[in-house]
């Protein structure tokens, strides 16, 4: 396994079969070793699908791109102002690629890295769903004050389990790349926030 997530859009809510996609299909993106922040913000614990990878059930995520770019905008501006390395203009270009295609559904898989961090897919699903209540301003609303006290930063929990899974790629002294934020061309086209390769 490469141990990549990978986030495309097509025209059925379906994930296509492994294969089907090809490196000239686009948009499609890649992130090795992570899931990233942008990618997340498109989806709630609903658009959770249980999937047949491979012969076993792992967890992805399917939305309607329109649904899944209003609910990225409504997130912008809590994002921005938790994540200081996360540039605005990134944020645009990411929005501008959704908005420019005329796929209706997106796609995020994520089973590679869930298979290298969990034991199955029941698993990795919690992860995912947790993953999700970084977005959740209410998250550490509920904890006790020494709970709260335990946590490594002030995003709350949900925020120090990703960290925690992802290392330490969002630290604040760590030099931010748009694509810990966006991912990177996974087709034959580089996106607006890459460096021409």
């Known amino acids: 396994m490469g141990h990549y997530s990978q986030l ?6 379906v994930t296509p079969e492994r294969g089907e996609l090809s490196r000239s ?20 614990s609903n658009d959770i699908r249980e999937g047949d990878i491979e012969g076993e059930a792992w967890p992805y995520m399917v939305k309607g ?7 990225l905008r409504s997130r912008t501006a809590f994002m921005e102002q938790t994540f200081p390395g ?14 420019g295609t005329p796929l209706e559904f997106v796609h995020l898989e994520t089973c590679d890295i869930g298979a290298m961090m969990c034991a199955n897919g029941d698993e990795w699903r919690g992860e995912l769903q947790e993953f999700l209540r970084i977005f959740d301003p209410r998250q550490s609303s509920s904890e006790t004050f020494p709970e709260r006290l335990l ?36 087709a034959d086209e580089d996106m607006e926030w890459e460096e021409p390769s």
Do not use: M
């Open 65 to 71: 791109r329109h649904e899944a770019i209003a609910l």
């Open 25 to 44: 299909a686009t948009p499609y993106l890649l992130s090795k070793y992570h899931i990233p922040l942008l990618w997340l913000a498109l989806f709630s």
């Open 151 to 186: 946590y490594k930063s002030p995003q709350g929990p949900a925020w120090d389990k990703f960290i925690t899974r992802f290392a330490s790629a969002y630290a604040v002294d760590t030099p931010h790349e748009p694509s810990l934020y966006c991912g990177s061309s996974g």
């Open 8 to 13: 495309y859009l097509t025209n059925d809510g």
């Open 86 to 99: 996360l540039e605005h203009s990134w944020v645009e270009q990411f929005d501008a690629l959704l908005t």
